[in-house]
């Protein structure tokens, strides 16, 4: 991994040239991903966010925390114990920088030791467990991880709505596979990362998931196609 999103929030925290992320999918062109985006504060983020900010309680796990702004949030703003948990060394790096007082560059799945009463996975949250053929591992790893009255609050967007529709109404999705996995490609400054599989589930697929594997699941706000997922244990 050459950790180019972890480069380009180093260089705009340092003010280092930064210069914004373009990102593509096996199903989408090229698209810019501005870097302040990834700082934006409270008052900035979506509704999904906003409502996943205002559940938050107790000692608070944030998977995928990039530049940190929802840790940062939870532990200036509401005063709470959170751990920031991202794979990018530089993103880590920089939410310490930021104030953020416990960061730790790890995989989720390697990681253990403590336990929380909130897991939060946001900015598709999903996309961390890959593939439908890895959700199970996954999610056994956050079952582990939180504590038996805590909370799992993960988003998602089903994109059924990006594929074509014939004249009835039906969708052509290609075969061979779950459509909401895609191979997903970052580029920063003329690199190019290894493209890596990232997974968007419709509710209805996550909830089977989460049944399977020991959890109650509530919707908790639906925003067009995107919602707010709640995972408690049974």
Same mark, same amino acid.
């Given at each position: 991994?050459?950790?180019?999103?972890?480069?380009?929030?180093?260089?705009?925290?340092?003010?280092?040239?930064?210069?914004?992320?373009?990102?593509?999918?096996?199903?989408? @062109?090229?698209?810019? +991903?501005?870097?302040?985006?990834?700082? *934006?504060?409270?008052?900035?983020?979506?509704?999904?966010?906003?409502?996943?900010?205002?559940?938050?309680?107790?000692?608070? +796990?944030?998977?995928?925390?990039?530049?940190?702004?929802?840790?940062?949030?939870?532990?200036?703003?509401?005063?709470?114990?959170?751990?920031?948990?991202?794979?990018?060394?530089?993103?880590? @790096?920089?939410?310490?920088? *930021?104030?953020?007082?416990?960061?730790?560059?790890?995989?989720?799945?390697?990681?253990?030791?403590?336990?929380?009463?909130?897991?939060?996975?946001?900015?598709?949250?999903?996309?961390?467990?890959?593939?439908?053929?890895?959700?199970?591992?996954?999610?056994?790893?956050?079952?582990?991880?939180?504590?038996?009255?805590?909370?799992?609050?993960?988003?998602?967007?089903?994109?059924?709505?990006?594929?074509?529709?014939?004249?009835?109404?039906?969708?052509?999705?290609?075969?061979?596979?779950?459509?909401? @996995?895609?191979?997903?490609?970052?580029?920063?400054?003329?690199?190019?990362?290894?493209?890596?599989?990232?997974?968007?589930?419709?509710?209805?697929?996550?909830?089977?998931?989460?049944?399977?594997?020991?959890?109650?699941?509530?919707?908790?706000?639906?925003?067009?196609?995107?919602?707010?997922?709640?995972?408690?244990?049974?």
């Amino acid at each position: 991994m050459k950790d180019l999103m972890g480069r380009a929030i180093w260089d705009y925290y340092h003010d280092d040239n930064p210069e914004d992320l373009q990102t593509e999918t096996s199903i989408s @062109e090229l698209d810019e +991903l501005p870097v302040n985006y990834l700082f *934006r504060d409270f008052e900035e983020m979506n509704n999904i966010e906003q409502k996943a900010m205002k559940l938050s309680e107790g000692k608070v +796990l944030d998977i995928g925390a990039g530049a940190g702004s929802h840790a940062l949030y939870l532990q200036n703003k509401k005063g709470l114990e959170v751990m920031a948990l991202d794979i990018s060394p530089k993103s880590v @790096e920089v939410c310490k920088l *930021r104030g953020i007082k416990n960061a730790v560059c790890e995989n989720i799945l390697d990681f253990s030791g403590e336990t929380f009463d909130t897991i939060l996975l946001l900015m598709n949250g999903t996309g961390v467990f890959e593939s439908l053929s890895k959700i199970d591992p996954y999610l056994q790893k956050l079952h582990a991880l939180l504590n038996d009255n805590g909370q799992i609050l993960i988003d998602s967007t089903d994109i059924l709505y990006m594929f074509d529709r014939d004249k009835d109404g039906g969708v052509y999705i290609p075969a061979g596979g779950y459509y909401g @996995e895609l191979d997903y490609v970052v580029h920063y400054k003329g690199e190019s990362e290894e493209p890596i599989t990232w997974l968007y589930l419709d509710f209805d697929t996550l909830k089977n998931a989460a049944e399977n594997n020991g959890f109650r699941i509530e919707r908790i706000l639906k925003d067009e196609d995107s919602y707010l997922a709640k995972l408690t244990k049974k």
